[in-house]
């Protein structure tokens, strides 16, 4: 767990590191487009003002690991986001976009929820409008023309010690944007769209 990232008490966007937020949303962060995503329904524990919110990821594909805090009660913790969107980048191209924060909000709701204490493994997360085009001529894997990964809105994962169909169950319970099941290709897309399931 890396602590001491930022203060998590909002001052200057400048000096502090952190985003101020309002009580009920996650604003997008630097570059992001001023887009905001209503937090989820936490457990009482995670809304306590001081109440950290921490990932362990790991990526399927280039191997990397990955545990911090990315919030702190209604506050974003900014360097915090800059390396997740680094560890999430298109593993294809290396390009890096900007992960939108609601992301981490379901994934952090669905470990609590689940009782899961183990990492999340990563199968992708940003792709460029370049890689996206080259993986639907591919085929396989349900790539969409207008994939919400090119906006850095949705996240393909798995959880080892849960089944991934109560994965997917719990995230359809959320309610909180996409969930796409692919039981062969063995993860569940997560995004911050509209609520919808396929």
């Known amino acids: 767990m890396i602590h001491g990232l930022s203060s ?6 400048a000096a502090s590191g952190t985003v101020s937020l309002p009580r ?3 604003l997008a962060h630097a570059g992001a487009a001023a887009m905001a995503v209503p937090l989820l329904a936490l457990p009482r524990r995670a809304r306590a003002e001081q ?3 921490s990932l362990s990821l790991w990526h399927t594909h280039t191997g990397e690991r990955l545990t911090m805090a ?3 009660g209604g506050s974003l913790l900014r360097p915090a986001l800059a390396r997740l969107d680094r560890f999430l ?8 976009g900007h992960i939108d924060p609601g992301l981490y909000e379901q994934l952090f709701a669905l470990q609590t929820r689940l009782g899961s204490r183990a990492a999340f493994e990563v199968i992708s997360g940003f792709r460029s409008p370049r890689t996206n085009d080259r993986l639907r001529q591919r085929g396989g894997g349900g790539v969409a023309r207008a994939s919400l990964h090119m906006q850095g809105r949705a996240i393909d994962v798995r959880l080892p010690d849960v089944a991934l169909a109560d994965l997917r169950d719990a995230a359809l319970e959320l309610r909180a944007g996409g969930v796409g099941y692919y039981a062969r290709e063995r993860f569940v897309h997560l995004d911050t769209g509209r609520v919808r399931s396929w």
């Open 51 to 53: 109440d950290e919110r």
């Open 8 to 13: 998590p008490v909002p001052v200057s966007r």
């Open 89 to 96: 980048r298109d593993h294809y191209s290396g390009a890096v």
């Open 70 to 72: 990315f919030a702190v």
């Open 24 to 26: 009920r949303r996650v």
